[in-house]
């Protein structure tokens, strides 16, 4: 398939400026850079995907029918995006950069969020901004055991694997992003071979595009890195006592900071002494090179970790589960001295299901969905304080991995929604895959019959690279990161699966690149990390609890024969409101005569059960058969007709005058009718258009043989979905 990069033509005035079209589906991506300094001692990039309802043909449904704020969908793509093309800006290039994404149009065919990677992608070539890339990406689907690249919406909806590929030039890994169907390992690692393969197409793509058309990257002001002659100065001064920090294994997360801080407190204002003209920055980065250096080569020289482990071995775990009775399932899963995630499962209507908007569901074909992870990150973790506002970015794409990590061992036809939280209480690398962990150990408590239990771990890289040519001469992989492996190290490696194959994976790199051989390992160490976690978990809980709680939620069904459905509801929905107001249930509609009724607990069942019974005690009927004759009970004379009753707790129903006799008559008296007079009718089945009874006398009138049918109470509207049981009748 056929994928077109333009520039030059829109928004001339950023720094850099290209389109990606794929079938009808256009992304216009834009690059700017300011050229003063940013005050941040990081690389200030922002990245901003933004679905614009106009692209599909669409408005939007909010009071003001304009775009608002970012969507989830916008927020993970954005972060996609990012992760991306952060690792090629060159060390130190601390200046404000923004790429914003903006949809021209969208065919419902090809998602943009792929076409916007590549589009960022050939603005940062195109400019004058300074950045190491180009990178190409592409997304890899699996349908019937073959690889799909770029596949459509409707390729995607079958497939098995739903993977994202950055990739850079001569074949390195940038960006792994996946969701899988519980695929094998080898069909996993046959996929990312497939996915780096053709992103070297459009690599040189925008290789040539970049002869043609690319501005000289400019000269920077100043990269931000650590002068040489003051690294030097705080290797010595300082050396000796982190070595003996970092080599103390005696030490936790808390401890060791506090011993570093207070070596780098004491070697700056040595530094400060001897170099007073250096600038504050200058300082306190040549004491983070210096501690860098000494944390990567122990571990590349020593195989020394920081705890005492070896690189491939696990941090203690502990797992708990039923923590509080009250819950519908709950999990502690514990790994290391700090990590702990509480999760907890709440099961509610399908109702209650997340609602994607109209633009999300036409830009990216996001339908509802009735299984959610929310991940939770409070700033007590890390021993520190902060604002307990909104959900943040990080929170959201951790809460996401966490959650397409368990999607799919979630049965589909199971009869709830389905929450998981995650609270992480205390954090040192990795609380995303411990969300996973302990939500997989969750969900088994509350009684889900899942296929199997999910684990996750985080594997860590450090790496050696030559001085002349920047590749990689040597590396350690390292499994079950801590945070400050992550902080020192080139990689954070996040996969999640069960013991037969790979449910999620993302891989975040502050490398420009790494072969695939290296993330074929990483894979491999991660299996063996992930079926050593299984074993652990399954000591608490290796399957499924066969009940679910007798706390939790109920669902019944109720069969209405739709001429008693207007009983049911009541005018206006009246009946409907006031049970869901009374009783906390909810009722949904199955079909044309079922209902569903969701409770909260099976004390809000129960009274839900008293109250429809209230509501239809004095309706309920019996199968009439077309055709035959009923004694029917004369209740009230009217100017129209009579109303009668074929059974005592029926509701009367109107036998019209033109019923009454083969003459024309005007008033029923005319007959001499009276109240409690019984008269023999003949039942004709319901009108059509309202469900009313249609009966007849004046049918009976003409000489012909009937049968006549003797009723008994029966039930009509049935709690469980039980169907009607037919009249007795005699001759």
Known sequence: RKMELSSGKLARFADGSAVVQLGDTAVMVTAVSKTKPSASQFMPLVVDYRQKAAAAGRIPTNYLRRELGSTDKEILTSRVIDRSIRPLFPVGYFYDTQILCNLLAVDGVNDPDVLAINGASAALALSDIPWNGPIGAVRVGLVDGETIINPT?????????????????????????????????????????????????????????????????????????????????????A??????????????????DEAINKIRLETEEQLKEKFPEAEPYEIMESFNVVSKDIFRNLVLNEYRRCDGRDLTSLRDIKCEVNMFKMLHGSALFQRGQTQVVLCTVTFDSIESSVKSDLISTAVSGIKDKNFMLHYEFPPYATNEIGKVTGMNRRELGHGALAERALKPIIPQDFPFTIRVTSEVLESNGSSSMASACGGSLALMDAGVPVSSAVAGVAIGLITKC???????EDYRLLTDILGIEDYYGDMDFKMAGTSKGITALQVDLKLPGIPI???????????????????????????????????????????????????????GAYNLKKLQAQTGVTVSHLDEETYSVFAPTPSAMHEAREFIREICKDDQEVNLEFGAVYTATITEIRDSGVMVKLYPNMTPVLLHNSQLDQRKIKHPSALGL?????????????DPTDGRMRLSRKILQSPATTVLKTLTDKNSIV?????????????
């Open 239 to 256: 050396f000796n006592k982190i070595y003996a920090v970092f080599t103390d294994s005696s030490h936790d997360k808390i401890s060791r």
């Open 466 to 472: 030559s001085l002349e040519k920047g590749d990689i």
């Open 517 to 571: 051989k290296i993330v074929m390992e990483a894979i491999q160490q991660a299996t063996a990390a992930k079926r050593e976690i299984l074993q652990i978990m399954n000591q608490t809980l290796a399957k499924p609890r066969p009940n679910r709680k007798e706390s939790g939620p109920v669902v019944e069904t109720i069969h209405v024969p739709l001429s008693k459905r207007l009983r049911f509801i009541g005018p």
């Open 153 to 237: 919406r409707k390729q995607m909806s079958s497939s098995a694997l739903n993977l994202v590929v950055a990739g850079a030039p001569q074949n390195q890994v940038v960006m792994l992003e996946a969701t899988a169907e519980n695929i094998l390992q080898q069909d996993f690692c046959h996929a990312i071979k497939v996915g780096v393969k053709h992103t070297q197409q459009i690599i040189q793509g925008i290789q040539q595009l970049v002869k043609e058309r690319g501005a000289v990257k400019r000269t920077v002001q100043k990269l931000f890195v650590a002068p040489e002659e003051i690294v030097e100065c705080a290797k010595k001064l």
């Open 719 to 731: 709690l469980g979905g039980a169907v009607p049981q037919s009249s007795t009748s005699s001759q």
């Open 674 to 686: 009276e109240v409690g007079q019984e008269i023999q009718v003949k039942y004709f089945g319901r």
